[in-house]
């Protein structure tokens, strides 16, 4: 896979990029043995960016994502590493204090003296203001002690990143992390990438699958989209496979056309999945997306197009 710039960092990471959420066992258990294989097999196949959060199954993904990376035994410098600050099992917590611990407990548990990428992790969940006022400046010193590279801010209602960025220092936010607005049932993303390029951020599009919905199996339980996305991702899903075609492949390449964003993070728990979905991208640029099944499925996701579902508090 040919790596990507990311944004003005400088960093370079692949297209397809390993969500760890999986590791944490939040979409099932996966057994130490197969997680190990399946970050080996991403490795292998030119994966380079692995992205986690101390949320992920209470702390669990962090620590299984660097027992994996241990026992791969790469080079520290041939692999970018994220992780998040603010939300955890026990709930939401952006005070400087907390995320000054935070950096500390989550090198512990990736094994790690630096992240590449620490990211306030869904801060539609706290008062903006604290973000912009107290905790990018706490990330800013973390950045200054060389515990993280970059900082990035994440969460899913597209508003909040123009709040906090129009209030920020220009340059102390690297990058930001949107999840579920860069699929084939939802782009509304698209529209605030020329926002993003004009204030030098960089973008990372997360859950091209749209966390479960555009797979053969389906949104785990816990799920948050309203019924009538998932029955018309249900019946996508169920028109591809009677054509012999997987949706997830669909789902993916398409989420991967955009050059302007610079990776997009699927979450993976198989050595097959990893294969599937580099493939996907291999196959994107060898032979472009399926136009006819894209039409098809684009028409079936039509009445729920950008359907999305509410996320944090109200802000003032
Ligand atoms: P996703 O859309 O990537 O879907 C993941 C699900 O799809 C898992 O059940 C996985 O096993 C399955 N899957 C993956 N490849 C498949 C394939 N080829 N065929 C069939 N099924 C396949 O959703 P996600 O895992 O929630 O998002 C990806 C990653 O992005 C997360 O792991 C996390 O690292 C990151 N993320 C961050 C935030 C945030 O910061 N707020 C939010 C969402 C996701």
Not at 131 to 147: D, F, Q, R, Y
Not at 207 to 236: Q, Y
Not at 298 to 308: F, G, Q, R, S, Y
Request: include cysteine; charged fraction near 20%.
């Amino acid at each position: 896979m040919e790596l990507r710039e990311l944004g003005g960092t400088g960093l370079r990471v692949s297209p397809v990029g390993f969500g760890a959420s999986p590791l944490g066992n939040v979409f099932g258990d996966i057994p130490r043995d197969v997680a190990r294989a399946t970050v080996r097999r991403a490795l292998d196949l030119g994966i380079n960016f692995f992205d986690t959060s101390p949320y992920y199954g209470g702390t669990v993904s962090e620590s299984v994502l660097g027992d994996c990376l241990r026992f791969a035994a790469v080079p520290r410098d041939s692999f970018v590493v994220a992780t998040k600050c603010g939300r955890y099992k026990e709930g939401f917590d952006f005070s400087e204090g907390r995320v000054t611990r935070s950096i500390d407990e989550s090198l512990a548990r990736l094994g790690l003296k630096y992240v590449d990428i620490l990211h306030c992790h869904d801060i539609e969940f706290t008062n903006l203001d604290q973000i912009v006022n107290e905790t990018i400046p706490a990330l800013l010193k973390i950045k200054e002690s060389g515990k993280a590279r970059y900082i990035g801010i994440t969460g899913l209602p597209l508003s909040i990143f123009t709040y906090v960025l129009d209030r920020v220092p220009p340059g102390s936010v690297d990058l930001i992390l949107s999840y579920c607005h860069y699929g084939i049932n939802d782009t509304m993303l698209v529209n605030l990438l020329p926002y993003l390029k004009s204030k030098g951020v960089g973008v990372i599009s997360a859950s091209p699958l749209a966390m479960g919905l555009l797979t053969d199996n389906g949104p785990p339980d816990w799920h948050p989209a309203p019924e009538e996305l998932k029955l018309a991702c249900r019946a996508a899903a169920d028109h591809c496979r009677k054509k012999g075609k997987r949706i997830a492949k669909l789902a993916m390449e398409y989420s991967l056309m955009n050059n302007e964003i610079s990776t997009v993070l699927v979450g993976m728990n198989s050595p097959e999945q990893v294969e599937e979905n580099v493939a996907a991208a291999l196959e994107l640029s060898s032979s472009g997306i399926d136009e006819e099944l894209l039409h098809e499925v684009e028409a079936m996701l039509e009445p729920v197009k950008n359907l999305t579902w509410p996320s944090g508090i109200q802000q003032a």
